[in-house]
């Protein structure tokens, strides 16, 4: 079966939705730290996950896209946050482990999340990059790649679906 056809079955709809949801509703809850120059997403731990997982990159656009339009920042934040996430996670899908799918997202968020936040809040560059980029490295590397690590060995002893 091609892997656009895998992506449109009913169960890969569903564990994309799943992934979204959790991220959308983990960052909203979470608000405190996930929004703002200094920021730690810890639903960004997801966004390792689309090396293993494909259906994981539209639930991360779609649940980035459902917390950002949330988290104050207005449409600025929905559109390059959202597409700053799809970017990454569709890098992150072509990467051959968890270690190399955990760069994508810190270096594309690090550079366009801190771009518009220090054009939105007229904070320096370096400073909110800076942030934003150890953010990311909290969210996808201490915690994003042992749940990948973890995923994967699940999926290795046979078991097909890591949600089980």
Known sequence: ??????????????????????????????????????QVRIPEALAVLPYLIPQAVPGLFTGCLIANLAGGYGIVDAALGSGATLAAAM?????????????PP????????GGYLSFLLDIPFVSCAFYVGLGQVVACCFLGIPLALFLERRMKRGVDSPAR
């Open 91 to 103: 890098v992150s899908a072509r990467m051959p482990n968890a270690w190399l799918a955990s760069l």
């Open 1 to 38: 079966m091609r892997p656009r056809a895998r992506l449109a079955r009913p169960e890969s709809l569903a564990l994309a939705g799943l992934i979204g949801a959790v991220y959308s509703a983990s960052a909203i809850l979470l608000a405190p730290i996930s929004f703002g120059p200094v």
């Open 106 to 113: 810190v270096v594309i968020n690090m550079f366009v999340v």
